[in-house]
């Protein structure tokens, strides 16, 4: 394990005196000041010398208490469990950064979306299109500006200006952004020749819901509630990586009983939507038995939920500095996971078993290692791929540290790998829910927080469901929330399907998508 200040003096050397304030925080944290011009060779010399990535980019305006805004860059090591935070100072009238774009693609993310929001400028980005924005937003409207106000202003029509794929034979399938079912809103545009899929483009944000502003101006207890509510399936995942956001600016740990009961929370949560999102990848291969006895192994589980917390969701279960809730004393909550475990077993086993299942799954939908890598995905679509990353492993949190699990990893980046990551993630979540439960020591559920400390960013990381989640906050001078930036999975995991979908037929789109199973919510901010 890497000692925080070797790492900090070796970093200060390799960077030449680019660096203000380099320090250690937070214990495995170091921080500092980087110049505009030398964020990329920050981070080229993170990825070269340390193996760390950047994972998030968060602006914040700040021109009311320091006249400037600020762009700060959160690095990470893959298993080394040491984090750096960067911040570069931009003046308020003219603010621009160089762009990463080129070396990173999340980088031009999380560049387009500032530009998009604040209006700082990334200057040489490859891909200068909008990114949050639609056609009709005024020029002058950045959101998250403080000075942003309401505007009224409508959808006039304004068509996005898509790149369109030509030639003999080629055409277009346009589809959403109203689908069929309940479901959010996002447009796919299919450019094929025949029934083969050579170009797909998405266009996502149909509702922007502009989550992020909202933390504004709360205290920070009252954003638990909206934190449980970026994205419906991943209530404790929110809830916990803000928690965890501001127990690490208040220099708050939450007490061992907690840290067990969240663990239990997490699994739940995790539990229950691969088990769904099993049987709705059989539903479409037009396996509906499959379907049907998944949903009602996942309704069992909601059930479960609900005995837990009172909420089929598991909201109000996180609260900051640990858990609202203990275990009941009447359930027998390890026999009950178990039970339905050995329920989804057998439909699993009936699943594979059947050629017709399995000839859909088997090459559908490839992501190829690499592809996944210059992407920066997450979570179990990561994992299939062959990529061997895990938050709860690699940056532990909760009591994770103290449990045994095995991380389960394929090669062949398909629609079958994807799905039996599911599958053994549903296994391992299970054993451990087991190992808390028996684990489970005495004591408080919950630890106060004092307030936060002005103008100190902080950040919280969990291995949600759907992959690792990150909130990142910093508190005002009187102790409520400045901002607040969110980044789930699926902000990363959208434009993979793209290249997933290549060489497939179109009728196996709804398949790959369901596979990825990306949310719109926790990407629409």
């Given at each position: 394990m890497t000692d925080p200040g070797a790492l900090a003096e070796k970093l200060g050397q390799r960077m030449a005196g680019r660096l203000a304030g380099l320090r250690v925080v937070r214990g495995r944290e170091l921080a500092c000041e980087v110049r505009v011009g030398d964020a990329l060779r920050l981070a080229e010399i993170l990825r070269a010398d340390f193996g760390a990535e950047l994972r998030l980019m968060a602006a914040a305006d700040r021109r009311a208490d320091a006249g400037r805004f600020e762009v700060y860059y959160l690095f990470a090591h893959p298993r080394e469990n040491w984090f750096l935070q960067a911040v570069t100072l931009l003046p308020a009238d003219n603010p621009t950064i160089s762009s990463l774009g080129t070396f990173h693609h999340p980088a031009s993310l999380f560049e387009r979306e500032i530009h998009d929001l604040f209006g700082i400028v990334p200057l040489d980005h490859p891909d200068p299109r909008p990114l949050?924005?639609?056609?009709?937003?005024?020029?002058?409207?950045?959101?998250?500006?403080?000075?942003?106000?309401?505007?009224?202003?409508?959808?006039?029509?304004r068509p996005f200006p898509f790149t369109e794929v030509g030639g003999e034979g080629v055409y277009e399938i346009p589809v959403g952004p109203v689908h069929?079912?309940?479901?959010?809103?996002?447009h796919f545009r299919f450019s094929v020749v025949g029934e083969t899929i050579i170009d797909m483009k998405a266009r996502l944000y149909w509702t922007h819901k502009g989550t992020e502003k909202l933390f504004e101006g709360r205290l920070p207890a009252d954003g638990v509630a909206l934190a449980e509510r970026v994205s419906g399936d991943t209530t404790v995942g929110h809830a916990l990586a803000f928690c965890q956001a501001l127990e690490s600016a208040a220099g708050v740990a939450e007490p061992d009983r907690a840290r067990h009961l969240r663990v239990v929370l997490l699994?739940?949560?995790?539990?229950?939507?691969?088990?769904?999102?099993?049987?709705?990848?059989?539903?479409?291969?037009?396996?509906?038995?499959?379907?049907?006895?998944?949903?009602?192994?996942?309704?069992?589980?909601?059930?479960?939920?609900?005995?837990?917390?009172g909420h089929r969701l598991l909201r109000g279960g996180v609260v900051p500095g640990g858990v609202r809730v203990d275990l009941p004393r009447d359930l027998d909550l390890v026999g009950e996971v178990e039970a339905a475990l050995r329920d989804f077993d057998e439909i699993v086993a009936l699943s594979l078993r059947n050629t017709l299942v399995m000839d859909r799954l088997e090459g559908t939908g490839r992501l190829?290692?690499?592809?996944?890598?210059?992407?920066?995905?997450?979570?179990?679509?990561?994992?299939?791929?062959?990529?061997?990353?895990?938050?709860?492993?690699?940056?532990?949190?909760?009591?994770?540290?103290?449990?045994?699990?095995?991380?389960?990893?394929?090669?062949?980046?398909?629609?079958?790998?994807?799905?039996?990551?599911?599958?053994?993630?549903?296994?391992?979540?299970?054993?451990?829910?087991?190992?808390?439960?028996?684990?489970?020591?005495?004591?408080?559920?919950?630890?106060?927080?004092?307030?936060?400390?002005?103008?100190?960013?902080?950040?919280?990381?969990?291995?949600?469901?759907?992959?690792?989640?990150?909130?990142?906050?910093?508190?005002?001078?009187?102790?409520?929330?400045?901002?607040?930036?969110?980044?789930?999975?699926?902000?990363?995991?959208?434009?993979?399907?793209?290249?997933?979908?290549?060489k497939n037929i179109v009728p196996d789109f709804p398949l790959c998508n369901k596979s990825f199973n990306q949310s719109y919510s926790g990407n629409d901010l």
């Open positions: 949050v924005r639609h056609g009709f937003w005024p020029e002058d409207f950045f959101p998250l500006r403080k000075d942003a106000g309401t505007r009224d202003f409508r959808d006039d029509g069929a079912g309940v479901i959010e809103p996002g699994e739940l949560e995790r539990l229950y939507n691969h088990v769904a999102d099993f049987g709705m990848i059989a539903n479409d291969t037009g396996f509906a038995v499959a379907h049907s006895h998944c949903f009602r192994i996942r309704e069992r589980l909601l059930r479960l939920n609900k005995r837990v917390t190829t290692t690499r592809t996944a890598r210059d992407h920066g995905v997450l979570g179990y679509v990561a994992r299939a791929s062959g990529l061997d990353a895990d938050a709860r492993r690699d940056h532990p949190f909760a009591a994770h540290r103290a449990l045994r699990f095995r991380v389960p990893v394929f090669e062949s980046g398909d629609v079958k790998a994807r799905a039996l990551v599911r599958v053994e993630e549903a296994r391992e979540s299970v054993a451990l829910i087991r190992q808390a439960v028996e684990g489970l020591p005495p004591g408080p559920l919950a630890a106060s927080l004092p307030p936060l400390p002005a103008w100190e960013p902080a950040f919280g990381m969990v291995e949600g469901w759907r992959g690792a989640i990150l909130h990142w906050v910093m508190a005002d001078g009187d102790g409520r929330l400045h901002r607040v930036k969110i980044v789930d999975p699926s902000f990363l995991n959208w434009r993979p399907l793209s290249y997933a979908l290549l």
